[in-house]
C-alpha cells in the first residue's frame, strides 16, 4: 500500500518597503495569499493529484521534497522549483502537481496585490 504525507510551510520574512516596486517578491504580507477553499482545500487538492511514481515506489525512494513557487498579482501559481530535493522521480511529480494548482486569491500589501513566495513540502512515503 503506498500512502504519502503533505504538508505546508509557509516561509517568514519582514516588508518593510515604504515604495514597493510592482514586481517585488514578498514572503510575507498584510493579506496574505490564500488557495480556493482555504489549506484544507490545497491539502485535499495535492493528496488527490500527488502520484508515488511507480519508478521510485519500486526502489523503495521515498522522502520530503520541499517546491518553492510564487503566488503571481493575478494569482496564478508560477516559478515552481525544487527547493530541496530527493531524488528526480519524486522532485518532478512534486513540481507537476504544484503547477496543476488553479488560480489563489493574490496576497495583498496595502491594499494592492503583490507576488508572494511559498514552499510546500511534500513528504513521499512507502508503506
Known sequence: MLAMMIALTVNA???KEE???DDKLYDVVEVMPEYPGGMVAMMRFLQDN???PFKASKQNINGRVVVQFIVEKDGRVGHAKIARSVHPLLDEEALRVVRLMPKWTPGKQKGKPV???FNIPITFRLK
Open 13 to 15: 520574512a519582514s516588508t
Open 19 to 21: 515604495n514597493m516596486p
Open 50 to 52: 500527488v502520484q508515488y
Open 115 to 117: 507576488r508572494v513566495k
